[in-house]
C-alpha cells in the first residue's frame, strides 16, 4: 500500500500516537510519502519516520492509494487542495480541536491503518465549491471543500455585495462580508453567522450574510446547480475573498462567479463514523446538566 501524509504540529499528548503510527506502517511495509512541511516539522521534534519521499507541490505527489491529514479540520482542508482533481481519498487524523471532518482519534490509529489495509471503509462524496475570477486569486488552487467568503478589509466600513443568481439579481448585501458554503461548510463559519446545517449530501449551497447591515436579511439556501456572480463595492476600493484557508486582499475591480466544481473531494469514513453522531457530539445537542 501506497500512501501519502500532510500535517502540521501537534500537542506533545499525541507524540506517542504519532511515533506508534510510523513504526506500524514501516511493520506494516507501506510506502509513505509526506509533504515537505510535515517533514520539516517531524524531524524538529525528534519524532522517527523511515520515509524519504517529499512533495512539496501537489504535482509532486506520487500515486497514493488515500492521503492522511494529521491536525485539525483546517489541515483536512489544506490536504484536500493537494489532491485536486486526482480525488484521492482522504482521511483526518484529529489532533487539532473540533474535528467535524478529521474524526480519527489519535487513539485509533492502529485500527485505522488495519481498516485501510483491509478496505473497511466507505467512501463519502463531497461538493466542491469553484471560484472563476478575471485574475488569477489562489495560484491555480481555485475549489474549496468548505466555502467561498468575502469580507471587508481590517480598517474598512462594510461592503455592498451585488449578488446573482443565474444572472437574475437576488440582493445587494450591505454588510461585513458573505459565505458562499457547501452543506460540508455549513458547520463551519456559515453556522457562526447563523447560517443552517445541512446534511453532506445535500445538493445545495448557503449564502450566509455576515453582519448584515439590515436585520430582515437572513441566510438563504440555493440548489448547487446555480451559478453565484457577485460584484462587491468598498469605500476602501478593496476586499478580502478566502477560499477555506486560502486568502488575498483585491480590489473591486475583480470579476467574480461561484459554482460547483467538475470533480468532488473523497473522504475516508471509518464503518461506525457518522455524521448524526458527530453533530450530536461535537455541537452538544441534547446535553442537559440537570441530567
Not at 17 to 43: G, H, P, Y
Not at 228 to 249: Q, T
Request: hydrophobic share 40%; proline share 4%; net charge negative.
Amino acid at each position: 500500500m501506497k500512501i501519502a501524509i500532510h500535517g502540521r504540529n501537534f500537542n506533545e499528548s499525541a507524540r506517542p500516537f504519532i511515533e506508534n503510527m510510523f513504526d506500524e506502517l514501516a511493520r506494516r511495509k507501506v510506502e509513505v510519502q509526506l509533504s515537505k512541511s510535515f517533514r520539516t516539522f517531524l524531524d524538529q521534534a525528534g519524532i522517527s519516520h523511515y520515509s524519504e519521499l517529499v512533495y512539496e507541490k501537489p504535482e509532486e505527489l506520487f500515486d497514493p492509494r488515500l492521503i492522511v491529514s494529521m491536525g485539525g479540520d483546517g489541515t483536512l482542508l489544506e490536504t484536500i487542495s493537494h489532491v485536486g482533481k486526482r480525488q484521492t481519498p482522504a482521511i483526518g487524523i484529529n489532533v487539532g480541536r473540533l474535528g467535524f471532518l478529521a474524526t480519527v482519534s489519535p487513539e485509533r490509529i492502529t485500527d485505522m491503518i488495519s481498516a485501510l489495509e483491509n478496505s473497511q471503509f466507505r467512501i463519502d462524496e463531497r461538493t466542491l465549491v469553484e471560484v472563476e475570477s478575471n485574475i488569477d486569486l489562489f495560484d491555480g488552487l481555485n475549489f474549496g471543500l468548505n466555502d467561498f467568503t468575502i469580507t471587508k478589509t481590517d480598517t474598512s466600513s462594510m461592503i455592498t455585495v451585488h449578488t446573482y443568481l443565474n444572472d437574475e439579481f437576488l440582493n445587494s448585501y450591505w454588510a461585513d462580508g458573505l459565505i458562499i458554503s457547501t452543506p460540508t461548510g455549513s458547520t463551519g463559519y456559515s453556522l457562526s453567522c447563523g447560517g443552517p446545517v445541512l446534511v453532506p449530501h445535500s445538493q445545495n449551497f448557503i449564502v450566509t450574510p455576515i453582519s448584515p447591515h439590515n436585520l430582515n436579511v437572513r441566510p438563504l439556501v440555493v440548489e448547487d446547480t446555480a451559478v453565484i456572480r457577485l460584484e462587491v463595492k468598498s469605500r476602501s476600493s478593496n476586499f478580502l475573498v478566502s477560499l477555506d484557508a486560502r486568502s488575498r486582499i483585491v480590489d473591486e475591480n475583480t470579476q467574480l462567479l461561484v459554482r460547483k466544481a467538475g470533480f468532488i473531494a473523497r473522504l475516508i469514513k471509518m464503518k461506525d463514523d457518522s455524521f448524526l453522531n458527530t453533530l450530536r457530539s461535537k455541537l452538544s445537542w441534547g446535553l442537559d446538566m440537570r441530567n
